[in-house]
């Protein structure tokens, strides 16, 4: 559609375009609407480049489409980070992040967060099992190998989101923090929470108890109590509605 | 009346499913295999508690009921598997429960419905553990909740509350 001669002004005087070729390609582009359309698209995008690349993306239906992730995404300072996060969506189609972005809703600060979470969660990998602290038999207490590796669902590295869905939030160790560590804060923290030895806390079923900045709780079981949650009560933290937007992201 | 349920959650290897009291019967042969500690919810009215489920059932359903049964009386209910709580506080006369925590829709129910009914949901937890055990899934907190749920259902019937 030609722009109206107040739009075709506005354009033509638009620091981001280069020159009147690349006003003409965008305007024939199939995805842009109109010149309105444009000069929005434009005011929300850090690059004719990037605006070009994102249009091009097979996934994104149109213009509208892009200038509402970008106002979501909260505009040209974010266009760079959503054009990367565009890209972790796991089955291909960019409209996965419709969740996240509807989440963000204009708050660039939020979408910040939120991407630097996706970045981060769509690098994991299945978790490796790792051995328990000496602390547990020691003191009397069992676990089980999918204890262990239930715990490393708080980790960036490791987590699997599918199992956190529905979960009233999720707290994250450090970024690279490694299950060996883990395993000795579990360790310190049965230590301090059993100065005298044996096992008698955490009370199984109780609530478990917190030691400085780790929360450990057991369960009754055979041969003594098995530890059956461990996690940081410090950290970054997603809660539900997000973590169910970055499954939608990035699969579970 | 007052919906006291509970739920359970099941990772299917995908996503975490949650399955209502109700849809459990269609589930057992995947109940079987669930690891301890089970994790679902325990439902009071418009709050869904959601942890570790025995942990919850012991406490929501049993332990509370001592703290609850007198005026003004508070129980304090710190999450097994999430560093938040939630609270039940009886009311100056004891007719109501006030029920509020993080993340939980603030209600206010009536003490002699929402005691029993709690009470009842334990018992019905209990019963699926039981015939859980009975298909070769041990459960070891089952001594546990039989001992909170016989001091429990003490004190209601002395209340004449069951």
Redesign the interface.
């Known amino acids: 559609m030609v722009p109206d001669t107040g739009e075709l002004e506005q354009l033509l005087n638009n620091a981001k375009l280069a020159d009147g070729a690349e006003l003409l390609k965008l305007l024939k582009h199939a995805k842009v609407a109109d010149g309105a359309q444009l000069l929005k698209l434009l005011d929300n995008i850090d690059s004719v480049a990037r605006l070009l690349r994102m249009l091009d993306i097979a996934t994104m239906p149109t213009g509208a489409k892009l200038l509402e992730f970008l106002e979501k995404a909260g505009g040209a300072g974010n266009a760079g980070l959503l054009e990367d996060l565009l890209k972790l969506a796991k089955s291909g189609n960019v409209l996965d992040a419709q969740e996240l972005l509807d989440r963000a809703a204009g708050n660039a600060a939020n979408f910040r967060t939120y991407a630097t979470w996706a970045t981060r969660l769509a690098a994991r990998t299945a978790g490796p099992s790792y051995a328990a602290p000496p602390q547990v038999a020691a003191h009397g207490f069992t676990i089980?190998p999918?204890?262990l590796l239930h715990f490393l669902d708080h980790t960036w590295e490791f987590c699997w989101l599918?199992?956190?869905?529905?979960?009233?939030?999720t707290?994250f160790w450090p970024p690279g923090t490694p299950p060996s560590t883990i395993a000795d804060e579990l360790g310190r923290a049965l230590d301090g929470l059993n100065p005298a030895g044996g096992h008698a806390h955490p009370v199984?079923?109780?609530?478990?108890e917190?030691w400085g900045t780790v929360?450990v709780?057991t369960?009754?079981?055979?041969g003594g109590p098995?530890i059956?949650?461990f996690?940081p009560?410090v950290g970054e933290t997603i809660m539900p509605d997000i973590m169910q937007a970055l499954?939608a992201l990035l699969g579970? | 009346m007052i919906d006291v349920h509970f739920a359970i959650d099941f990772f299917d290897g995908t996503l975490n499913q949650r399955w209502d009291e109700a849809a459990l019967e269609s589930h057992l042969d995947e109940l079987v295999t669930l690891d301890d500690p089970i994790e679902g919810a325990v439902a009071i009215g418009q709050a869904v508690v959601i942890d570790a489920l025995t942990s919850a059932v012991l406490r929501l359903c049993f332990q509370c009921i001592d703290a609850l049964l007198v005026p003004l009386g508070a129980y304090h209910y710190s999450y097994e598997a999430e560093n938040v709580s939630a609270l039940l506080e009886t009311s100056d006369d004891g007719a109501t429960i006030a029920v509020s925590g993080s993340g939980l829709p603030s209600q206010t129910l009536p003490s002699r419905e929402l005691l029993p009914a709690l009470y009842a949901c334990g018992v019905r937890y209990i019963e699926l553990l039981e015939r859980l055990e009975a298909r070769g899934r041990p459960s070891y907190d089952l001594p546990q909740l039989h001992e909170a749920a016989a001091a429990a259902r003490d004190l209601l019937a002395r209340r004449g509350w069951l």
């Not at chain 1, 599918?162 to 939030?169: E, F, N, Q, V």
């Not at chain 1, 199984?204 to 478990?208: I, R, S, V």
């Open positions: 089980q999918s204890n599918g199992l956190r869905a529905g979960k009233p939030r707290t199984p079923n109780a609530g478990g917190p929360h709780g369960v009754n079981a055979a098995r059956g949650m996690y009560t499954i579970p």
